[in-house]
């Protein structure tokens, strides 16, 4: 369940980063001097950022299939309630 939490706010976070760099351009606000970052820069971040979320993704779905965690095997004559068979 963390897991999906965690892909849920990486995911609504970079919405929140493409939403305002959208606001900046439309309305044409620009960023303090201080900060010297450029259109490109900001362009880069989001870029980063979306390809960092698509491979924690990636890899949170695909990584358990790969290893093959916790296969056990259930002992079918022990009624309702599924047992794990004792080695």
Known sequence: MKYIKAITWSIVLLIVLVALF????????????????????LINIIITVGIADLL??????FIPFATHGSQKEYDENSGK????KKE
């Open 56 to 61: 924690l993704i990636f890899l949170l779905i």
């Open 22 to 41: 959208a606001v900046i351009k439309i309305w044409g606000i620009t960023l303090p001097e201080g900060w010297n970052m450029s259109v490109d820069t």
């Open 81 to 84: 309630v599924a047992q794990r």
